[in-house]
């Protein structure tokens, strides 16, 4: 799954507001991975996410309509991620639960540990 989402700055600008940024998101299900990039070329990432052990809340940001955020374990770190629609933010955040979920299966599954 890829799509165009917008998702907030983890810094902080002038005016002490967290900026939002249109990025190009691909979600790869093989990797586990959540990837982002400045356009749909996919020539420059700007960051990525194991979404191994990974949840996906709905957020309560105010500043945009349709937010969604996703807590990853390695880090601690928090995602907030805007969806154009309704209809998209369904879309985006069932297929990073099922992704999320199938993780966590696998490595309870996995023999020998």
Sequence with gaps: MEGYLAKKGRGQSVSFIRPWATRYFVLDGQL???RYYEKDNKLKCKGKLNL????????KDTDKKFCFEV?????????????PDEATKASWTNALSN???????????????
């Design 32 to 34: 586990n991975e959540l």
């Design 52 to 59: 191994a052990g990974a949840r996906v809340f709905d957020s």
């Design 71 to 83: 807590h990853v374990q390695e880090d601690s770190g928090v995602l907030i991620i805007s969806a």
């Design 99 to 113: 992704i999320s979920k199938s993780e966590v299966r696998e490595s309870i599954l996995a023999p020998g540990e």
